[in-house]
């Protein structure tokens, strides 16, 4: 029976996605586990890195636009998309994980120099983990709506990650009922709702409190204190950052955005003061589906324009 609801619901996905994200899947063995990633295109890479409770389906129409001049690299982390969701004895959800699987995948993919990263939520964590270990590899930045730094001090944690991260209600709402990615797909967007279609989308890989587990594990692996674990991998990833200050960086940024709201932009632009910065003040979270057609070329202009100037 168990086999059966997992393939009706891979079918499901199957015909979600025939429109939408008409990318090869590619899967790495990750220490026993499925690791998905689309790889598309050809020329200088592009590495783009989601967040919770998003996967590789976030950036499709940024594929679709750079794929033509650029290799397009999109993981899904485990437990999300398309990846693998094994239980806690057979992974350890944690940021120093998170940063080793993109690692072992651009290894695997021999991708070693001039990677532009693009980095979303906690894949801003991870993507500039990964930078601070390899700082040379890295040749240009974009930002959106995102982190890689403590909480700012002006910025309290939201009610509803508090919930999750330490209580059991937040558990049995997270792992039980899918509020946070249900939900995210709704206030994650604020110009207009999310397309049926596409909100099925974003939720359908998290459709069992099995699937669930990544999205509840990286709420619980917010570090707010020193004696959390991963606080000091923020401390020293934070104190990395300012070796990319001379970097071309673009930062587009959704100011509805209820959690990566103006706190956090303020701490980017202070430590990027020559950061080319588009905030768009009717936009929220999920900036890609908000203002896609306004970022996506953004994005695009921005990597032919400072390509030519790296050039000269």
């Known amino acids: 029976m168990v086999v059966m609801l997992e393939s009706q619901s891979e079918n499901k996905l199957d015909k979600l996605l025939t429109k939408s994200f008409p990318f090869t899947r590619n899967y790495i063995n990750r220490n026993g586990h499925q690791y998905h990633y689309v790889n598309e295109g050809q020329g200088s890479p592009v ?103 403590h909480l700012p001090k002006a910025k309290k944690l939201p009610s509803a990650l508090w919930l999750g991260r330490n209580t059991f209600i937040g558990t049995v709402l ?75 960086m673009l930062i587009c940024w959704g100011l509805k955005d209820f959690v990566f709201d103006k706190h956090f932009l303020d701490e980017w632009q202070q430590r990027f003061p020559h950061a080319k910065v588009h905030a768009f003040d009717d936009c929220g979270h999920y900036i890609l589906e908000d203002a896609s057609d306004e970022v996506v070329p953004l994005i695009n202009n921005f990597l032919k324009t400072s390509e030519a100037s790296l050039s000269s």
């Open 47 to 149: 590495v783009m890195v989601h967040g919770n409770p998003s996967w590789s389906f976030y950036y499709r129409n940024l594929i679709s636009a750079l794929s033509e001049n650029h290799q397009c690299i999109v993981p899904d982390h485990i437990g999300c998309g398309l990846s693998d969701k094994p239980g806690d004895k057979d992974y350890d959800y944690t940021l120093a994980n998170r940063i080793d699987d993109l690692a072992a995948l651009l290894a695997h993919l021999n991708v070693k120099e001039n990677i532009t990263l693009v980095v979303h939520d906690w894949g801003g964590m991870i993507g500039m983990g990964y930078a601070a270990r390899y700082p040379e590899r890295i040749k240009r930045l974009v930002i959106l709506n995102t982190g890689a730094f």
């Open 174 to 248: 997270v792992r039980g009922f899918n509020a946070f990615s249900s939900i995210a797909s709704i206030i994650g967007v604020k110009r207009k709702p999310m397309a049926k279609e596409i909100r099925q989308a974003y939720v359908a890989p998290f459709n069992s409190w099995q699937n669930r587990i990544s999205t509840l594990r990286f709420i619980q692996d917010i570090p707010l204190k020193p004696a959390d674990r991963n606080y000091q991998l923020v401390t020293d990833i934070s104190e990395n950052l300012a070796q990319f200050k001379k970097l071309p």
